[in-house]
């Protein structure tokens, strides 16, 4: 504040018409230049506080919120001033804070002396002319005394004093002109009226003064005006003039008063302060941490260096932690530059290099190649971090100290200057030896892992190859056999080994099916079907065994479409596999199978699928309590006890579980009330058109009427076709040799696949059936060098393969080759006989057209199901003709008397027998009877009888006619 006070003397001195000149701020400290003490002397100081005075409080932020210089009332001087008015400034922070005012008390004795004297333009005696000043409050702070009686006005006070505003106003004049345009004069316009005073006419002109807003007004006699307006115009703009240069020089002094404080406030609360935070962060750059600034104030500044000691101390603190860090990681940290030096290395870096300490390794190590087994590698490294900035995982191999060699894993990033060259590479290694190590004996594991897997599925395959082939021929010499003629004991000890063997087929395919899907090698299919056919097939399939024991077997479909897109034979497999149970399981009662659209709530929708749950109900033992999570366990039973009632390998739903795991699905089972058990799963497949769904149409042999030959499904005969068979086991020859001539053929038998190669070569025939496995030259092998025969008669004939492969690729595999068919061991009469018709039927239709057909009794079909026991079947078809025509009229009768439960009744029955007898699609006909009979449809029940009659009268025929030539039947 030192430099202030030369200022204000200085002022002071320029300016005549300033009293004084003063700085006082808001903590009342003040400066008050010439006459200091002249404020203890205004009042008792006890009294009068300086920032209380009019003049202070009108220049706060409150009342002067534009910060505009304020001007204050016209006042009387106690010390002998005169008329003086004061002009104050506020002085704001660089933050806009109220720092306190500056001011300067201004006397206008001269100022009236100039315009209002004797010599003034506005002040004329010899004219009549006087000149006044009133405020915007409408006081007159400037007028010649001599004037008062003039405008009827009462003479000035005598006993003005300091601080009290003169008294006069316009309005307490006598005369009412006077009176009447006080509000004119007022206006902020220049404006001019005309009034009489005391008789005489006068002009009276008042114009604002812009620096005070007050107004300058000069009465002029009228003769006068009209005479020399000009000269008066001229006065009064110069006496305006005047007055607002003098008004402007005060103002440009409070302002550089105010700028001259700003400045010294800032120096001291702003610049002093930025210094000393300069210095300290130039310091801080130069790596000192301890350096501390002393605390400032409650302001800005004050903030600012708190907030950079704060800063410094977490700093100190981070820089302590990383040095921790880099002192006891686990891994090593390392700085090195492009050209191979290394700059630093952590305590854990240098144990992994082999070395004492980071200061030895740093010392010793002068070009990082050394370290690297193969030098290249580290040129590779830096020009991956040049490239991508930072590197992560580059596996390397280097050596120790002591030369040996171990694995690291380098990270890295890179550390660029100004100019965005790499300065210096910070990375972190670690020592990767050992697991290494580890990742080799995981890939020896897995090879070994592989090679175990592979040595699974080859032995599985020799397993299946080496037990079918003995099981062939055990069945297929048993079927011979059984179609000889034979007393009941044999029939009863060869039954006993035919049924045997299906057991061991059956659990060798179990063990094969979850070995295949354990080993993934099962895939699901997307084949249009359609899922009523398929029901219905999987209920055919256990209707005989069903109706052995009276269990009312039955299915629904409801609510699905017609066709669906799925894997057929799997759904076909689980679906076996769970009725097959229920069966097994009931004693009486009925087995229920149905398919519908899954509860929403509790099946979720894939798009583009329909939700299906299938469920198999029974009224069988019941699935115990505690055992419901157990059962589709592998080789998991209800019966665990030696002496089982019930037989099984226990895979049966193991599978089941594991099929519908991968068809997506989920499978479980319920308690069924009042007894029983339901299996239920539930799958999500696709909608499939009605018309993509292929056509299936199962194979049936047939007899000619004249009973002398065996014509094949579409009248194909198989008589006089000439066969390849080569296969190099002796008793599967045998089995083969006389299922095939009992059809007409005439069979070649080779042993090896060279030797069916030459056969080929040397004679003609109409289709091979090749062995898999054969000694000199096998199928595959066998099948590519016929395939690439010249002859093209030849080389297009059908090959079919007859194998005990019956793993997931093999049937790929071998049509892959070149081969036509695939059958597996052991080899069922009806299937061998189909494939061979299948395979022959190419052009042949039209050859033997006009054959008669069984519609509804197929003999061959009929001895398969009473195990080729052609006494039984004889049995059956007498009690057939017995007893048929006695239902016909029973359920005829039953019709007629809409007696429907008789009629389901009798027709379940028929169905029955019609099963034994092998008669299909007259037992179909029967359930859809059954089925009308049970929903009480008078009428459906009346057309079905309609055209299930003469069904049944025609299979009577043909069975009648069969007993009555007793035709040796074929196998």
Not at 212 to 231: A, K, M, N
Not at 561 to 570: H, S
């Amino acid at each position: 504040m030192s430099a202030i006070w030369p200022l204000l003397s200085t002022v002071k001195d320029r300016t005549p018409e300033s009293e004084a000149i003063y700085v006082v701020t808001e903590t009342s400290f003040t400066l008050y230049y010439p006459n200091t003490h002249m404020v203890e002397k205004l009042k008792p100081i006890q009294e009068y506080e300086i920032k209380d005075g009019i003049w202070y409080r009108m220049a706060r932020p409150e009342n002067n919120p534009g910060r505009e210089t304020i001007w204050t009332p016209v006042y009387q001087d106690e010390a002998g001033k005169g008329l003086m008015t004061s002009a104050v400034t506020p002085i704001y922070g660089e933050h806009g804070d109220f720092l306190g005012v500056a001011g300067i008390d201004i006397t206008l004795d001269r100022m009236i002396e100039d315009i209002l004297g004797n010599h003034s333009p506005g002040h004329d005696p010899s004219t009549g002319m006087f000149s006044f000043i009133v405020d915007h409050q409408g006081r007159i702070i400037a007028f010649s005394g001599e004037q008062s009686a003039a405008l009827g006005l009462p003479p000035r006070p005598p006993d003005i004093g300091y601080g009290d505003l003169l008294g006069q106003n316009r309005l307490d004049s006598q005369y009412e002109a006077v009176r009447d345009i006080a509000e004119a004069i007022a206006s902020k316009k220049r404006t001019i009226h005309r009034l009489e005073l005391d008789h005489d006419p006068m002009l009276l002109s008042s114009r604002v003064i812009p620096s005070t807003g007050w107004h300058l007004c000069i009465v002029t006699p009228e003769s006068f005006i009209l005479s020399s307006v000009r000269q008066t115009r001229e006065a009064i703009e110069a006496a305006v003039d005047n007055m607002n240069l003098r008004f402007r020089e005060m103002i440009f002094i409070s302002l550089l008063i105010c700028v001259m404080c700003i400045v010294i406030f800032l120096s001291k609360q702003v610049i002093i302060p930025m210094n000393r935070l300069i210095q300290g962060a130039g310091r801080v750059r130069d790596g000192d941490l301890s350096v501390r600034l002393e605390p400032g104030g409650r302001d800005e500044m004050g903030q600012l260096t708190w907030m950079f000691n704060t800063m410094v101390g977490e700093l100190e603190k981070s820089q302590a932690r990383y040095k921790d860090i880099f002192q006891y990681a686990v891994e090593g940290i390392f700085q090195s530059t492009p050209d191979n030096r290394l700059l630093s290395a952590n305590p854990a870096m240098a144990r992994i290099f082999g070395f004492d300490s980071p200061g030895q390794m740093v010392a010793q190590v002068t070009d990082i190649e050394s370290l690297y087994l193969y030098p290249e590698q580290r040129r590779k490294f830096i020009r991956m971090v040049k490239e991508k900035r930072a590197v992560s995982g580059f596996e390397v191999k280097c050596f120790k100290k002591d030369g040996s060699v171990i694995w690291t894993s380098l990270s890295a990033r890179a550390v660029l200057d100004p100019q965005g060259e790499l300065l210096y590479i910070l990375g972190s290694g670690e020592d990767i030896t050992e697991r290494k190590k580890a990742d080799t004996a995981v890939k020896q594991a897995s090879e070994l892992a592989r090679e175990a897997s592979q040595a699974k599925s080859r032995f599985l395959a020799t397993m299946s190859h080496e037990i079918r082939t003995p099981v062939n021929a055990i069945m297929g010499m048993t079927d011979l056999t059984l179609s000889t003629a034979l007393n009941q004991e044999q029939r009863k000890y060869l039954k006993v080994v035919h049924h045997s063997s299906e057991h061991l087929l059956s659990l060798i395919d179990d063990i094969l099916d979850i070995s295949a899907i354990e080993a993934k090698k099962v895939e699901i299919e997307h084949q249009p079907f359609d899922p009523d056919r398929l029901i219905t097939e999987v209920v055919d399939m256990f209707s005989n065994a069903a109706a052995r024991k009276d269990i009312h077997l039955s299915h629904t479909v409801k609510g699905l479409p017609k066709g669906l897109k799925g894997d057929p034979a799997r759904l076909r497999q689980i679906l076996a596999n769970l009725v097959g149970n229920a069966v097994k399981f009931t004693q009486d009662g009925s087995v229920v199978i149905t398919a519908e659209p899954a509860p929403n709530d509790q099946e979720r929708t894939i798009s583009g699928t329909v939700p299906i749950r299938f469920s198999v109900r029974d009224t069988g033992i019941g699935i115990p309590e505690g055992r419901a999570d157990t059962i589709f366990q592998e080789f998991t039973q209800l019966e665990s006890s030696l002496s089982r009632t019930y037989g099984g390998t226990g895979l049966g739903l193991a599978i089941c579980k594991k099929l519908v795991d991968l068809m997506g699905g989920t499978i479980w089972v319920a308690r069924a009330e009042p007894c029983g058990s339901i299996f239920y799963f539930s799958i999500c497949l696709e909608p499939a058109r009605k018309e993509d769904i292929p056509v299936s149409v199962p194979f049936q042999s047939r007899q000619r009427n004249d009973g002398s030959q065996t014509a094949p499904k579409d009248g194909i005969y198989l008589k006089s076709r000439r066969i390849l068979v080569a296969e190099d086991f002796q008793i599967n020859q045998d089995v083969i040799r006389p299922v095939l001539e009992k059809q007409g053929i005439k069979v070649t038998m080779v042993s090896n696949g060279q030797k069916a190669v030459q056969a080929v070569r040397e004679n003609q025939y109409d289709l091979i059936l090749m062995d898999i496995e054969m000694p000199v030259m096998d199928d595959l092998e066998a099948t590519r060098k016929i395939r690439k025969m010249d002859n093209p008669q030849k080389s297009s004939i059908p090959i079919a393969a007859l194998t005990a492969h019956a793993l997931k690729g093999d049937k790929e595999r071998f049509l892959a080759a070149g081969m036509d068919e695939y059958i597996t061991k052991p080899v069922q009469t009806g299937r061998l006989i189909q494939t061979i018709s299948q395979l022959l039927s190419t052009g042949t239709d039209d050859e033997f057209q006009g054959l008669t057909e069984p519609k509804y009794f197929d003999p061959d079909r009929a001895l398969s199901l009473v195990d080729h026991d052609d006494e039984l079947l004889l049995i059956t078809c007498r009690s057939i003709l017995t007893h048929l025509p006695v239902y016909l009229e029973e359920l005829d009768r039953t019709v007629k008397q809409k007696s429907h439960k008789e009629t389901a009744r009798l027709a379940h029955s028929i169905k029955s027998a019609a099963k034994s007898m092998g008669a299909d699609k007259l037992a179909a006909m029967a359930f859809e009877l059954e089925q009308a009979g049970d929903r009480q449809n008078e009428k459906e029940t009346a057309r079905l009888l309609d055209g299930f009659k003469p069904a049944a009268l025609d299979m009577l025929a043909q069975v009648s006619s069969f007993t009555d030539k007793r035709v040796p039947l074929n196998i």
